[in-house]
């Protein structure tokens, strides 16, 4: 059984910094693509970034190109994302997505598991 477990979430000043991590069990990083998603309340989900395990490809939404990064530890299953230069806008419910195969796709529809999202807000 597949799961994905978002954490690092959390209250953090415009500009600061923040590290999420979705541990992962069930797959294995390696012949998974991985993804983050965002959703503000009221908005759709949104897509922020997709990596593949397998070739370390990684594709950015341009509203977070730049500022942040995606990584992985294959030891402990478990993909990071690093999110600098924190805006106001970045405020939302991140969520941790997974897919077979190595194509990195931004629709959420194309993603077969999801964490429970971990909350992250922006302050002036």
């Known amino acids: 059984q597949v799961q994905l477990v978002e954490s690092g979430g959390g209250l953090v000043q415009a500009g600061g910094s923040l590290r999420l991590s979705c541990a992962a069990s069930g797959l294995t990083l390696r012949s998974t693509v991985m993804a983050w998603f965002r959703q503000a309340p009221g908005k759709e989900r949104e897509f922020v970034v997709a990596?593949?395990?397998?070739?370390?490809?990684?594709y950015y939404a341009d509203s977070v190109k730049d500022r942040t990064t995606i990584s992985k530890d294959n030891a402990k299953n478990t993909v990071y994302l690093q999110m600098n230069s924190l805006k106001l806008e970045d405020t939302a419910v991140y969520y941790c997505?997974?897919?077979?195969?190595?194509?990195?796709?931004?629709?959420?529809?194309?993603?077969?598991?999801w964490g429970q999202g971990t909350q992250v807000t922006v302050s002036s």
């Open positions: 990596f593949s395990g397998s070739t370390s490809r990684a």
């Open positions: 997505a997974a897919r077979s195969g190595v194509s990195l796709r931004w629709n959420k529809d194309e993603y077969t598991y």
